[in-house]
Structures are given as C-alpha cells and as structure tokens.
C-alpha cells in the first residue's frame, strides 16, 4: 500500500531488493528455519513477532503480498511440545499468559494487516470481482452458525464456535485472493511452497522418533506419542498428505525432475512414519496417483530417470524389509497391534446417526451433549468423521451447503482441465478422503491453511492471462476459407 501512496518507492533500490526478497525462495527458507527453531526450542513468541514483521513487510512494501504465503503455511507448525508424565506432548507456551497475550497480539495485527490490504486492493485495486466459490462459503458460513438451531443445544457457545470455524475456514481465500498480483504470480512459487511445508514437516517427524519414552524396550508401544506441539500425530499425517503432491508437479515440468520424485518419496516414507493408518491409506493412495500422474506427463528423458529411481527405491526397500524385519516390526508394534481397531469411531459414528434423527433439519449443533452438560466448549464433538459429523452437528442443511460448495470447486477444477489445478485437487483430495477417519475440515490447520489456500491456487491459475499447459489437449479447428 505505501508503494501506492509514495511511487517514489517503486524506484527505490532498497525496496526492491525487498520485493525480490519477499518472492523468492529464500523467504520461504528463512521462514522454514524460524518455524522449525521454535517447534524444538520454544521460541513461539520471538517467532510470531518475526512473522508479524515480515507480514509488515510484505503487506506495505511488497509489490504485492506474496510474501505473506510461507508466513501463513509454515507459522502454522511453529508451536513447540513438551512431555508431562509420559503422556501426548503438550504445548508448554499456552500456560504462560504473557506468552499467549503476545502471540494473540501477534496474530490479530497480522489479520488486520491482511485485512487491509484486501480491501483497499479490493477497492482501488483493478481487481475487483467476487472470488468465484463466494455463494458456496456464504452458504457453509450461514450452516456453521445455524447448526444446532431449534434444539435445546442451540446457544451462544455453539454460534460463536460456528462463527470461529466459518471465519477461519473463510478469512484465507477471501483476503489473499485481493492481495496477491495473480497478473504477476508464478504458479511454481505455490508448488515450492508446499514442498517447503512438507519438509518442515518431515523434519518434525522424524524428530518425533527421537524424543524421551517413544521407543520403550526398542519399540513404539504407543503411537500416541507421536505428535508435535501443533497437531496429533492424524493432524501431522493429513498435513503431509497434502504436501507430497507438491514435488510431483515440478517432476513432471522441471529438467532433473527425478529429484522431485525424490522429494516425493521422502514426503510418502514421512507419511508411514506418522503411523497414522487415515494418512496411510488415503493420502498414500492419493500420492500413488499424482505419482502415476506425473510420470505420464514428464519428458520421456525425465520419466526414465524416474522410473529408474523408483526402481531403485523398491529394491531398497526390499531388502531393507528383508534384513530389519524384526526392528521394522517394533517401529511400528503400536500401529500394528492396533490393526483394524476403530479406536472408538464406532460409537462416535452412532451417536452422530442419533444426532441427525433427533434433529434432521439443522443438527444437534457443534457440542451436543457435551455443551449441554457445561462441558469447556473446546471439547465439541468430533465423530471423526468429517460427513457423519455435517449429519449429526448441521443436518440436511449442513450437507447441502457442503455440496453446493463441493460442486462448485468441481466446476472451476473441470472447466479448464489443467495439470497444476489437478496436482492441486489431488492434494485437497488426499485430505477429503482422510476425513472419512477424522475431522480435518473442521481443523484449523488442515482445512483453514492448506484447504483454503489451495482452492485459492487452482482459481489463481484461471486469473493468469498465461496458464498452464492443459491435461487435455483438444487440436484446434481449422478455419476453412
């Protein structure tokens, strides 16, 4: 904004410097680093005033506020863990009050700040249309508050935490969409940010394994410990379900793509390190695709290359089967002892089917029972499964609004079949399907981030006068004279 106000700034070498900083991938790796030395070290507060710095940065001195993006993907996992009685890992900074004020300070100037950027963009910007999947989120918004109503549920506690979800699910697609030159904007740069994330990712999971009382007598009794300061160990597998689709676009695009491939190998071995079996089945067998996906579209020279590297990859993981079965056996004892267990998803299944025939219209809302009982309204119920879930907490209102909102992602993916909004869907895919298990959609991280910002990417490549090559392409006509 400041650029627009004081043109002179536009010339200024310094600030161009800064521009070139903020768009390039060294911000995404200086971003990296502050988020994973917070997460080992509990530095969150020093590092939410560098995001809101960097914010500041980008959102008055950038050309445009790309720089924000790796700020919003990567501040996500920057919250630290610590152990208390050999339990889950719990986030020592939110029992600092001081800590929490800061970081909540933090984040709100970061929100207005973004704020104001889209709007003024939206105002005096020559960008000025409605984002396409508007009337959608209008409906889900509308659905979130009005879950529960006309029920003995139905109270401010449930509004509130409707109007939270709707908020955070929304507030991503509707502000980056003004404040982002789509005119200007590589979509590699949304690839190589989600390859950024899931390295982040990776990195924390296998720090996960080296943590006090993981292994007990040389095995993983308990999965459960594996977890970060951000997320449990299904949050951490959904996470990087939709990252490692990332890598398999530039594999397919770049020269030495088989070391994208690499990447997305390494993401997929991170994936069955979570031990989460949602992100296992699903994410894997979403990975399996865009993987295939990929190599169809690859240079003949870079698909060899490739196929040659997967090769090697399962041999090697052949014979490291082979000669470490017992050791491979007790790094996943606790997954496999659990095996088709449903850990209780049963029951949460049948009691959100009782919720929706006790209130088929609008739901039991977000907290049921619990909330009726004065139960903390952070403990909503959660059917772990994300479907079940818009039955028993916002009935048939809720799942219309939903597909209403799912069909029309559906029309903008298929109304210009393109490679990047398919690599894109494939991710958003990954966690859809892993809802099925769990309640990503209803996540801050998941669905608020990843989910909004990718369905914000795949309208983002319809905004470029340049898009993408198709994934089907149609011979043009001939015009005879």
């Not at 292994?215 to 939709?242: E, I, P, Q």
Request: charge should be positive; include cysteine; charged fraction near 15%.
């Amino acid at each position: 904004m400041l650029i627009d106000a004081f043109p002179k700034l536009k010339s200024n070498a310094f600030a161009r410097l800064l521009r070139l900083y903020l768009a390039s991938p060294v911000h995404m790796a200086v971003i990296a680093c502050i988020t994973l030395i917070s997460s080992f070290f509990g530095w969150e507060v020093p590092a939410f005033y560098c995001y809101a710095a960097f914010t500041a940065l980008a959102v008055f001195f950038g050309g445009d506020a790309t720089g924000v993006l790796p700020v919003v993907g990567c501040g996500y996992m920057c919250i630290s863990y610590e152990y208390r009685d050999g339990k889950y890992p719990a986030t020592a900074v939110f029992d600092d009050p001081q800590a929490v004020v800061q970081m909540g300070f933090c984040i709100a100037l970061m929100v207005l700040m973004i704020a104001a950027r889209a709007l003024y963009n939206a105002v005096f910007g020559e960008e000025r249309r409605a984002p396409r999947l508007w009337i959608g989120f209008v409906f889900l918004v509308v659905s979130y508050v009005l879950g529960g109503a006309f029920t003995k549920y139905y109270g401010w506690d449930t509004v509130a935490f409707g109007v939270v979800n709707a908020f955070i699910i929304c507030f991503l697609y509707f502000t980056l969409r003004y404040v982002i030159d789509w005119r200007t904007f590589r979509m590699d740069y949304a690839f190589r940010l989600f390859c950024v994330i899931g390295a982040v990712v990776l990195v924390q999971v296998v720090a996960m394994y080296f943590r006090e009382g993981v292994f007990v007598d040389g095995a993983v009794k308990d999965r459960g410990l594996l977890g970060t300061g951000w997320g449990h160990y299904n949050s951490v597998g959904c996470v990087l379900s939709m990252c490692a689709c990332a890598p398999l676009y530039f594999a397919a695009k770049k020269k030495h793509g088989w070391l994208y491939t690499a990447l997305a190998v390494a993401f997929a071995v991170g994936i069955i390190l979570t031990q989460s079996r949602g992100s296992i089945l699903f994410g894997g067998s979403v990975f399996l695709v865009a993987l295939v996906l990929s190599l169809v579209k690859a240079p003949k020279r870079e698909r060899m290359f490739s196929l040659l590297f997967l090769g090697v990859c399962v041999v090697a993981a052949l014979v490291v089967a082979l000669c470490l079965w017992e050791k491979l056996r007790a790094l996943f004892e606790s997954m496999i002892i659990h095996g088709a267990d449903d850990n209780g998803r049963v029951e949460l299944f049948k009691e959100a089917w009782r919720y929706f025939l006790s209130a088929p219209a609008f739901g039991a809302g977000w907290g049921g029972d619990r909330w009726a009982d004065s139960s903390s309204p952070f403990t909503y119920f959660m059917a772990h499964n994300t479907y079940l879930q818009l039955l028993g907490s916002l009935g048939v209102f809720g799942v219309l609004a939903y597909l209403f909102h799912r069909v029309q992602t559906l029309v903008m993916l298929f109304k210009r079949p393109v490679f990047a909004k398919f690599i894109m869907a494939l991710s958003i895919l990954a966690m859809l399907l892993i809802c099925f298990m769990d309640c990503h959609f209803f996540q801050c991280g998941p669905s608020a981030i990843f989910y909004s910002v990718l369905l914000l990417f795949i309208e983002g490549v319809d905004l470029q006068a340049n898009a993408d090559t198709r994934l089907i392409k149609r011979k043009k006509k001939q015009v005879q004279e």
